[in-house]
């Protein structure tokens, strides 16, 4: 009896070919723009999370300053090597510690002129940003405290500076001075804030101190945690070590920030969630205006073949065979929207997720889930509609103009 | 269970009355009919329009129950049966035939005819054997797959006989079959009705206003003002000699 209800529900669909797709239309968009919206927005989720973990992870970001970010130093002194090496002493729990100096500089080499940002640190330097080698080597210690003339450069630079040769071996000239290119970067790609983690030069901080900014001063101690360790009470003896180095009394605030990118990362994750779950909300509720709109074509359906319905009653259909036949045709209707919609979303997600330079996500909870409540909704409003049909006395159906 | 009482009749009506609305306003439709159908009769209705015979149509084809009275079909009470046991007494037992065809459209004869099997339950390979035999029956073999629109008036009401007998049905009921048909083509209907009561002997009820067609009939029901004003033989039936020539379509 379900089969033949199902091959009645389709036959009638096929008569109404141009109207079933209307009808659905509104379904397509539903769940096309519910999957849409969440497969984009977990592909976002993780986009972040990724470029907040390129970072390194375990990574505490000390700044001078009281404000967090880069430009909040003010007047508060900068740190120093010493600094580095003291925490590096006295903190346990630490698997790296690098002092950062940075410039803005525009880089010469092989003939071409590239502006670059340069930055002075430690081998540590490399351990807690995750950097890997893609060839070359590190700076040797005697290197680092010679501050000889060597750089490691990064992806972007090798490519405008030196094209489609490897570059290692090359010379490259750093403001007053030329440097011997002995290791490149392995590729990182587009930082969270959009900017080209992999457009840097980089070379031993006693390279930058002595022959580029002429000073002693390191701008960000970056510390890396190891695996395990308790950030709380890590980040407590931090803030301490510095405070006494820094000779602060019991009274004055910090002049300086520690930042923890794991907080960072869950903060930017919890946000882009939420918009996830916005963004999917507003669509849901195009899924239940589509519901709508299949129960307003089932009434208008209805009416119009009051006389088909009353000569199927007629000729011994019974009111479930009719309540079944209708329902079936909502269930469908809607469902094949559902189907159009998953189609389509995959399709459109996948172009925008390019477009937009997230990672295309395929979520399949989120498919069947939409499937699911497009057949729902078929089933919640193709129910009043059909129960309607089901009820009418044959007689006046029949006589019905 | 017919064939073990021959004496009963198929169809009896005793005191059946109908009445629409209450109290003051209250109309009787009918007023107390006693009729009595054998099985494999030919029964023409005829009365002027508000006499009744619409309404007897509806209560004889079970579409209604009766306000008062008995009705009794193969001696069951069909009175007192709800709605949906009167729907599966009407796809065992009847076929309909409407002035208006009500085939459904943008579907094939084939599809058309096969509907009321559909609501049986029968399983398609039968289903579609069935159907086209019964289309083979009206003179429609070789139009299984051809849309209503694409039909003439004659041929629509022919798949609409169709489908009517396509269950084996022991009475089919037809309201103005030929009222929306041109005398030569209610000519042919009448005479595949006339074939199909004799050839298999079902039981026909038909309602019509014109003479010409209740002269096909073996037995003429006057209906007038709620009750029944004459029920006799037709003394000059039209259309038996005929119907032994072979049909045109």
Not at chain 1, 203 to 229: E, F, K
Not at chain 2, 29 to 51: H, N, Q, T, Y
Not at chain 2, 154 to 177: F, K, Y
Request: aromatic share 4%; proline share 3%; charged share 20%.
């Amino acid at each position: 009896m379900f089969l033949n209800a199902l091959l009645l529900a389709l036959r009638s669909i096929r008569r109404n070919l141009m109207r079933s797709f209307l009808t659905i239309l509104g379904i397509v968009i539903g769940v096309g723009a519910v999957i849409t919206m969440v497969t984009l927005g977990n592909g976002a989720t993780l986009a972040v999370q990724a470029q907040i973990s390129s970072l390194g992870t375990n990574l505490l970001m000390v700044r001078p300053g009281q404000r967090l970010g880069a430009h909040g130093a003010g007047g508060a002194p900068a740190f120093t090597e010493t600094d580095a090496d003291a925490i590096m002493a006295q903190i346990g729990g630490i698997a790296a510690v690098a002092p950062e100096a940075r410039a803005p500089i525009t880089v010469v080499g092989n003939g071409r002129n590239w502006a670059t940002m340069v930055i002075g640190s430690t081998n540590a330097w490399f351990k807690t940003g995750n950097w890997r080698l893609a060839s070359g080597r590190l700076f040797e210690d005697d290197e680092q405290r010679a501050g000889a003339a060597v750089c490691i450069i990064g992806e972007t630079v090798r490519r405008e500076i030196f094209g489609g040769t490897r570059g290692v071996g090359e010379q490259l000239r750093i403001k007053q001075f030329s440097c011997q290119v002995i290791g490149i970067l392995a590729s990182k790609g587009q930082a969270a804030m959009g900017s080209d983690q992999d457009d840097i030069v980089v070379v031993p901080l006693h390279t930058l101190q002595r022959r580029v900014v002429g000073n002693l001063r390191v701008a960000t101690l970056l510390v890396s945690m190891q695996d395990g360790t308790d950030g709380t009470r890590l980040k407590a003896g931090l803030r301490q070590l510095l405070r006494e180095r820094r000779k602060l009394a019991e009274r004055e605030d910090d002049n300086f920030n520690i930042l923890d990118t794991q907080q960072i990362a869950e903060t930017m994750a919890g946000t882009t969630k939420v918009m996830t779950t916005l963004l999917g909300a507003v669509a849901a509720v195009s899924l239940l205006v589509g519901g709508i709109g299949i129960m307003n074509i089932m009434l208008v359906s209805v009416t119009e073949r009051t006389r088909e319905i009353g000569l199927r009653l007629a000729i011994g259909a019974l009111e479930r065979d009719v309540l079944l036949q209708f329902l079936i045709e909502a269930v469908v209707l809607a469902g094949l929207g559902g189907l159009v919609g998953v189609v389509t979303a995959t399709g459109a997600s996948y172009v925008m997720a390019r477009a937009m330079g997230v990672p295309y996500l395929f979520d399949p909870a989120i498919n069947l889930l939409s499937l699911a409540f497009s057949a729902g909704i078929g089933v919640l409003f193709g129910y009043f509609p059909a129960r309607r049909a089901a009820r009418l006395d044959p007689i006046e159906a029949l006589r019905h103009e | 269970m017919s064939a073990h009482a021959p004496a009963r009749p198929l169809i009896q009506l005793r005191g059946v009355t109908k009445r629409y609305g209450q109290g003051q306003a209250a109309l009787m439709a009918l007023k107390g009919i006693d009729l009595d159908v054998r099985a494999g009769e030919f029964v023409a209705i005829m009365g002027p329009s508000g006499s009744g015979k619409s309404t007897a149509m509806n209560i004889l084809g079970c579409l209604d129950n009766p306000s008062e009275g008995q009705y009794l079909f193969q001696g069951a009470h069909v009175e007192a049966l709800t709605r949906d046991q009167r729907a599966r007494l009407r796809r065992r037992y009847l076929g309909f035939v409407f002035q208006g065809f009500n085939l459904l459209a943008r579907t094939s004869a084939q599809e058309n005819v096969e509907l009321p099997l559909l609501y049986r339950g029968t399983n398609a390979s039968i289903r579609h054997a069935a159907a086209a035999r019964a289309l083979q029956a009206v003179g429609l073999g070789g139009w299984e797959h051809h849309t209503p629109g694409e039909l003439s008036g004659g041929q629509q009401q022919r798949v609409a006989i169709a489908r009517a007998i396509v269950t084996d049905p022991a009475v089919v009921l037809a309201d103005e079959p030929t009222g929306n048909l041109d005398t030569k083509r209610s000519q042919e209907i009448m005479q595949l009705l006339v074939e199909l009561n004799r050839a298999h002997g079902i039981t026909v009820l038909m309602v019509t206003h014109e003479a010409d067609m209740a002269a096909y009939a073996e037995r003429l029901v006057h209906f007038i003002d709620g009750r029944i004003d004459g029920d006799a033989p037709n003394p000059h039936r039209a259309g038996v000699a005929a119907s032994a020539a072979p049909m045109v379509v």
